[in-house]
């Protein structure tokens, strides 16, 4: 298999080491930067569409429902309207949550490091209210997750996907009301980092995770919980990618992937050692971010492509089509990933 170039179509220095970055599946990119900024860019070019003042650029971002939100790390939650930037509503008093999901018309905050017990927030009007969770303050969660149930009906409605450091199981909430929908024993507690996902969705609608250490596993709520991979080795905490029907695992010298579907593996091991920063579905494949500032896109074949980036990467993200971004020392880069040529 040659391997083709990814190319570099644009880089923003964001003047300041930034880790608020979302890019949505609607094709919107927002960052943090300049130590004061949140800036809403157009994803093919980098220009810039709109600005507000926030109060670092350490928080968190969210974008659902024509609303972008951004939790500083002061702890002032802000809604502004997506496609103006106009201010919404903010509100303070909220540090140390960090973690910031949407399910419908309700914001869930807390869990990260288990400093505080989820708190949902209304998306229309900021206003805070009790959320119903056995996850008391001191027990750290995943990063919640949103799951949709029957998304294929008119009656489509949001869940969030809740695991813990310290329990087997995972747990299926409704936070309208905080119903429990259901619950799901593991055979070990989900693997999740310091302050990254412990979920990666595929595409075809499951949720995908570790648990333990070597076991990969899927949710969907109509089937439940399923093991996909036992791994031989110990897995870094690394969101696994799948697409296509690929499994495919990051580690420190090797990229393993997994045909689920038509069986066999391959494993990729013609890669500098180098810690895996990260890892994102892309077209027809996955692109992994290494420690060496490397940047490649696998499939099954092996890597396909690849590109060196002139400074480090600490998180990378899907774009719309064949766009991905890199984000890291103070930069916001967008690739262009070639498609697959057999």
Not at 8 to 30: E, G, M, N, P
Not at 94 to 116: D, T
Not at 212 to 234: A, Y
Not at 284 to 306: C, I, K, P
Request: glycine fraction near 10%; include cysteine.
């Amino acid at each position: 298999m040659v391997v083709q170039p990814v190319e570099i179509v644009w880089s923003r220095s964001l003047c300041i080491r930034s880790s608020a970055t979302t890019v949505a599946a609607s094709d919107v990119l927002v960052v943090a930067e300049r130590h004061s900024r949140l800036v809403r860019l157009e994803p093919r070019t980098g220009a810039l569409m709109w600005e507000q003042r926030v109060e670092d650029c350490w928080g968190t971002t969210a974008v659902a429902q024509g609303r972008c939100l951004y939790l500083s790390q002061r702890g002032v939650l802000h809604c502004f309207e997506l496609h103006s930037g106009r201010p919404i509503w903010s509100r303070p008093g909220l540090p140390l949550h960090r973690y910031l999901s949407i399910s419908g018309s309700v914001i869930v905050l807390g869990g990260w490091r288990g400093y505080h017990p989820l708190t949902r927030i209304d998306l229309a009007t900021g206003t805070p209210s009790p959320f119903d969770s056995p996850y008391a303050a001191g027990e750290p969660l995943a990063w919640p997750t949103t799951v949709q149930l029957r998304p294929d009906t008119d009656s489509a409605v949001d869940a969030v996907l809740l695991a813990s450091a310290s329990r087997a199981e995972l747990r299926l909430e409704d936070p309208q009301t905080g119903t429990v929908l259901g619950t799901w024993l593991l055979p070990a507690p989900v693997q999740f980092p310091d302050s990254g996902n412990a979920f990666s969705h595929s595409d075809d609608g499951r949720v995908v995770f570790v648990s333990g250490r070597r076991t990969v596993m899927s949710f969907h709520p109509s089937i439940g919980v399923e093991t996909l991979w036992e791994h031989e080795r110990d897995l870094p905490p690394q969101t696994p990618v799948l697409t296509g029907g690929k499994l495919m695992l990051a580690e420190d010298s090797r990229i393993t992937v997994v045909d689920l579907t038509g069986g066999g593996r391959t494993d990729i091991t013609s890669l500098a050692p180098g810690t895996v920063c990260a890892a994102v579905p892309t077209v027809n494949g996955a692109l992994f971010v290494r420690s060496d500032r490397s940047v490649v896109v696998v499939d099954q074949g092996g890597v396909r492509a690849g590109v060196r980036l002139p400074t480090p990467v600490e998180q990378s993200f899907t774009g719309a089509g064949t766009l991905a971004y890199v984000i890291g020392k103070g930069h916001l880069t967008a690739l262009n990933v070639p498609t697959s040529k057999r």
